[in-house]
Nanobody
Framework: QVQLVESGGGLVQPGGSLRLSCAAS????????MGWYRQAPGKQRELVAT???????NYADSVKGRLTISRDNAKNTVSLQMNSLKPEDTAVYFC??????????????WGKGTLVTVSS
């Protein structure tokens, strides 16, 4: 019964900052990649950032230089520091993890999402 639970969403003004966090819990053998996706109203879900188990990040071009992803392998958490936010960043942000519950099999898991609204 693996769960990914996001926190940190809310309302922020353009140019402001937020920090999103996600904690994985349950019967976890190991976690491979983790990351964040987002879905704006009327649009498809898109990748924001991912990070490997070794700490290598990858960002969408639209957020590069403004958002920073990090993880704590000891705590099974991943965070997204969001700076210089723009109205177009408004979306529900979903936590993602590819993890194994046994030694031999890994699959994708998703959180339920946290809403980020950037508006003046």
């Amino acid at each position: 019964q693996v769960q990914l639970v996001e926190s940190g969403g809310g309302l922020v003004q353009p140019g402001g900052s937020l920090r999103l966090s996600c904690a994985a819990s349950g019967s976890i053998f190991s976690i491979n990649a983790m990351g964040w996706y987002r879905q704006a109203p009327g649009k498809q879900r898109e990748l924001v950032a991912t990070i490997t188990s070794g700490g290598r990040p990858n960002y969408a071009d639209s957020v590069k230089g403004r958002l920073t992803i990090s993880r704590d392998n000891a705590k099974n958490t991943v965070s997204l520091q969001m700076n210089s936010l723009k109205p177009e960043d408004t979306a529900v942000y979903f936590c993602y993890a590819n993890l194994a519950t046994t030694r031999y099999y890994a699959m994708d898991y998703w959180g339920k999402g946290t809403l980020v609204t950037v508006s003046s």
